[in-house]
């Protein structure tokens, strides 16, 4: 089972600053990058059904140029739900009793259906009097085009592309703005490998959209590509080091068909008896490769 709030929690703790600037500007303009602290998990009880909630994200910040404190609270929402705005509130409450500070509370919305738009406010109100009107930020990802995204240089567009909308024959070239444009940010190997794991959850490819994958990796530039298949090889690499040896063989013999075209039973055979550090090199050396005669010289030196 997939733990959908523990991979978008790592993602947007990981690229906080991002994920502020991506979808609210105005604040990440006067943020201090430098004030941010992640506080420890804040449970919320509620006593009527006896459910415990965990907040998913709190973070500690400070605008520029101030001392006062805020909070700002992010949950992720991965399918609709009764009564959500009420338990925003209560998180919302909690917290500001608290801390005894401002408090910016977002929602982010994964869930594919329905498209409708959620609702961003809880309200308490009588005839002659409006009690209470609490809102809250919603990032809804279902209602945004991904097209919208494609040449923003922002890891957390490289990786909720994956989970906006798009039509079904556009997926294996949303997949391949996501790596592309990951490809392009600079980050570290750990980081690369947080956001191109999330790119592959939510975006798997069947057989026929792997061909189509392909097809739409040869359109781009041929630097961009090998930094593209520089980022899908990794995916090889940690396969092996979690004993996937099947899955990385598969992995290999597709990467190579991409590279010089389909490979004969007779090579196959023959990278089927490579060892797992053997497997590993030829993730690597492929790279490489113009045709068919630089696989069967790499397997007379290594096989």
Known sequence: MI???RLFKELIGTFFPEFIELFFP???QDLDRTSLIKLNKEVFTDVTSGDKYIAD????AKLKGQDSQFLIHIEHQGRPEADFNHRMFRYFSRLHDTYSVPVYPIVIFSHASPKRPEIDTYRVEFPDCVVLEFKYRVIQLNRLQWQDFAQRPNPIASALMAKMRMKRR???QVKVTCLNLLAKLGLNPAQVQLISGFVDTYLPLNQQEQTQFQAELDKIEPEEKEGVMQIVTSWMEEGLQQGRQEEALALVLRLLARRIGPVELQLQQQIQQLSVSQLEA???ALLDFRDRTDLVTW???HG
């Open 170 to 172: 556009e997926r294996p």
């Open 299 to 301: 397997l007379d030196n």
């Open 26 to 28: 105005a604040i990440a």
């Open 57 to 60: 994200l709190v973070m500690q």
């Open 282 to 284: 030829l993730g690597e």
């Open 3 to 5: 733990d959908h709030d």
